[in-house]
């Protein structure tokens, strides 16, 4: 079975900073792999998702995450961190169902920026 | 297009109760999907349909769960006999049926609180 870890539960970046979030997956076979993100009150939004060939995948809202297959991980990035990208964030990976396994989520990472 | 919707957004029970809740999906969208997420954890996978048939519910909870998609559109997400334990908020996803992968768009959630 699939599994997500996602080690940081909270992280603090300043406002223009450069942000970095991480995650590392657990599959036998070549992922699909997505990052999502919840604002409070708000539904899943999907950032980008990685299925196969380029391993940089850029996303909305700035956001870009690298596949590397060595390490089981697909951290998510971003230059330049704005006050409305305070959020929950959500690394997710796709079983080998055809869809029929649903998502495997990570507990999620509270992004926080300071002013 | 207006995306998924849940319906109620938020119910209050007494422990005991029978609950429903409903997901309208995206038109056209072959797959439905359910989850759970409880406090500072990710969205836990329930059960999966295709169109009307569902493909794979042996991840419900427990009995007490049951969910339907009689006419491969909306689904019912059923709790019954609600425990304290289910609180919790539920969410609804949608993708098309395309291309090998499977992007889910994700409604806004139905929070449920036992008493």
């Known amino acids: 079975a699939q599994s997500v870890t996602q080690p940081d539960i909270h992280i603090t970046v300043s406002e223009g900073a450069s942000l970095e979030l991480r995650c590392n997956y657990s599959y036998g076979a070549t992922p699909y792999l997505f990052w999502y993100v919840q604002s409070p009150g708000q539904g899943l939004q999907l950032l980008l998702k990685y299925f196969s060939g380029d391993t940089l995948v850029q996303g909305i809202k700035g956001f870009e995450a690298e596949f590397k297959r060595s390490q089981s991980s697909f951290n998510l990035r971003k230059p330049s961190v704005h006050w409305s990208d305070a959020a929950e964030y959500f690394c997710a990976v796709e079983g080998s169902g055809g869809g029929a396994d649903g998502l495997t989520f990570g507990k999620g990472t509270h992004l926080i920026i300071q002013p | 297009d207006t995306g998924v919707s849940q319906d109620p957004r938020h119910k209050i029970t007494k422990r005991g109760q029978n609950v429903t809740f409903r997901c309208d999906p995206i038109?056209?969208?072959?797959?439905l999907y359910w989850y759970r997420q409880t406090l500072g954890q990710g969205p836990e996978f329930l059960t999966y349909f295709q169109n009307e048939a569902q493909l794979e519910k042996s991840r419900l909870l427990s009995d007490r769960f049951s969910a339907e998609r009689p006419k491969g559109s909306f689904s019912t997400l059923e709790i019954q006999r609600t425990e304290q334990g289910d609180s919790a908020m539920y969410l609804c996803?949608?993708?098309?049926?395309?291309?090998?992968?499977?992007?889910?768009?994700f409604g806004p959630g139905t929070r449920l609180t036992v008493l």
């Open positions: 038109s056209e969208h072959n797959r």
């Open positions: 996803a949608s993708s098309p049926l395309a291309g090998g992968y499977n992007e889910q768009f």
